[in-house]
């Protein structure tokens, strides 16, 4: 079963602007992470941030944790066309941190 | 890239049949990990190896059966292939919690099923 929903399930936005994703979960979590999927491929970390983490840079994104709300969003400042690709939040709970629970994505088209 | 390759990258079985798909971990890493991503769906964990032994299974069932190697290579053999199989197969390797892990996975490109 997917621990997180990403939202919203698809964002078109206009090259330079910024994209802004959002990511729930359900249980307690040891850390949390966002990948990048380009069209059927394999999946690319692109950032970490522990359950007792607020906010983490880097380069051009911004990730931010609400353990309270349980929730994360991922924020994409200057969008590129090169961004164009499926974004997954991913978590791992305390009682099984062997394994990642994926999200369902959301699914961002930058246009030129 | 990540250093993961999997094989192979696209084949095509009929419903019955059984399938392996093998992973090469990137250098230095001993943990395995498979994952199953049906079309617009996130990946789903399978199961993870460690030191040639199963570490951890998801909600699949016993016809998904996996193997580490020495050198950490892996294989995930899918029996009586159903239909519903059909997916991008995904190997991400890593180094286990005790030895600087930081939770990150290495993904290969994965293997494409198609069951008919």
């Known amino acids: 079963s997917q621990q997180g929903e990403e939202d919203p399930q698809a964002l078109s936005i206009q090259e330079g602007e910024n994209a802004t994703m959002n990511c729930s979960y359900k249980t307690s979590i040891n850390n949390l992470q966002w990948y990048r999927q380009n069209s059927g491929r394999g999946l690319v970390h692109l950032i970490l941030i522990r359950s007792n983490e607020r906010e983490k840079h880097s380069g051009r994104l911004r990730v931010t944790l609400d353990t309270s709300k349980k929730s994360s969003s991922l924020l994409i400042t200057a969008s590129r066309a090169a961004d164009t690709a499926s974004y997954f939040c991913a978590t791992t709970r305390m009682d099984s941190s062997y394994k990642l629970i994926f999200g369902s994505g959301t699914r961002l088209l930058v246009r030129p | 890239e990540t250093g993961v390759t999997q094989s192979p990258t696209h084949l095509i079985k009929t419903r019955g049949q059984q399938v392996t798909l093998r992973c090469s971990s990137q250098?230095?890493?001993?943990?395995v990990s498979w994952y199953q991503q049906a079309l617009g769906q996130g990946p789903q964990f399978i199961f993870q190896?460690?030191?040639?032994?199963?570490?951890g299974r998801g909600n699949f069932p016993p016809r998904f059966s996996g193997l580490q190697f020495p050198n950490y290579s892996s294989e995930l053999n899918v029996n009586a292939l159903e239909l519903d199989d059909s997916a991008l197969y995904l190997c991400?390797?890593?180094?286990?919690?005790?030895?600087?892990?930081?939770?990150?996975?290495?993904f290969g490109e994965g293997s494409r099923l198609t069951v008919l």
């Open positions: 991400a390797s890593s180094l286990d919690l005790t030895s600087g892990n930081t939770g990150e996975l290495f």
């Open positions: 190896y460690y030191r040639e032994e199963e570490n």
């Open positions: 250098s230095g890493h001993n943990t």
